[in-house]
Antibody, heavy 117, light 110 residues
Framework: QVQLVQSGAEVKKPGASVKVSCKTS????????THWVRQAPGRGPEWLGW????????KYVPKFQGRVTLTWDTSISTAYMELSRLTFDDTAVYYC??????????WGQGTLVTVAS | QSVLSQPISVSETPGQRVTISCSGS????????VSWYQQLPGTAPKLLIY???QRPSGVPDRFSGSKSGTSASLAIGGLQSEDEADYYC???????????FGGGTRLTVL
């Protein structure tokens, strides 16, 4: 069955970086885009970007360009999201999700990133 | 603010029907398919409707979706207490070249 399993919660100080992993299974990793979405407390989801592991294409939301880095390791079917220069506003649950025909059909369980001094 | 617009909250009594609206623009809802997600507290969003009106296997037929122009709707019939959750619409946005989400609607079953 399709599964996306993310790394555990993180607590970071302002200015630091965080890297979240998303290990996929149950499908061909290179056959689907992987998206990253975050959700701040009490807010709706906010799309961060996507990767196409087959073509190597990556797309970032302009707002996060320069601070977000999306990578992947095809050999272990895992995607990564790194966010740098963290601020308190980056406190959120970060999700990875599989894209099937422009629909995010399967999601990871989420990774809580807390930015605190 | 969110790419798509939804009412903040709706409420209805058990057994009744409720509709949640989602308003977008020509670059998203108007030109691409809409999906709906249900999110229970502390969990990831779960796909409820895709391609405007299709249900993944396992989603009860009490849930239905529709789209007209730059607006879409999610209808939930025969409301049950377990339907209490946050509901989000989403659509590919051509301007963003990514996914636009609604701000979410909290459904309260009275």
């Amino acid at each position: 069955q399709v599964q996306l399993v993310q790394s555990g919660a993180e607590v970071k100080k302002p200015g630091a970086s965080v890297k979240v992993s998303c290990k996929t299974s149950g499908y061909i990793f290179t056959g689907f885009f992987t998206h990253w979405v975050r959700q701040a407390p009490g807010r709706g989801p906010e799309w961060l970007g996507w990767v196409n592991p087959k073509s190597g294409d990556i797309k970032y939301v302009p707002k996060f360009q320069g601070r977000v880095t999306l990578t992947w390791d095809t050999s272990i079917s895992t995607a990564y999201m790194e966010l740098s220069r963290l601020t308190f506003d980056d406190t959120a649950v970060y999700y990875c999700a599989r894209d099937r025909d422009d629909t995010l059909d399967f999601w990871g369980q989420g990774t809580l990133v807390t930015v605190a001094s | 603010q969110s790419v798509l617009s939804q009412p903040i909250s709706v409420s209805e009594t058990p057994g009744q029907r409720v509709t949640i609206s989602c308003s977008g623009s020509n670059s998203n809802v108007g030109s691409n398919t809409v999906s709906w997600y249900q999110q229970l507290p502390g969990t990831a969003p779960k796909l409820l409707i895709y391609n405007n009106d299709q249900r993944p296997s396992g989603v009860p037929d009490r849930f239905s979706g529709s789209k007209s122009g730059t607006s879409a709707s999610l209808a939930i019939g025969g409301l049950q207490s377990e339907d209490e959750a946050d509901y989000y619409c989403a659509a590919w946005d051509d301007s963003l070249n990514g996914v636009g989400f609604g701000g979410g609607t909290r459904l309260t079953v009275l």
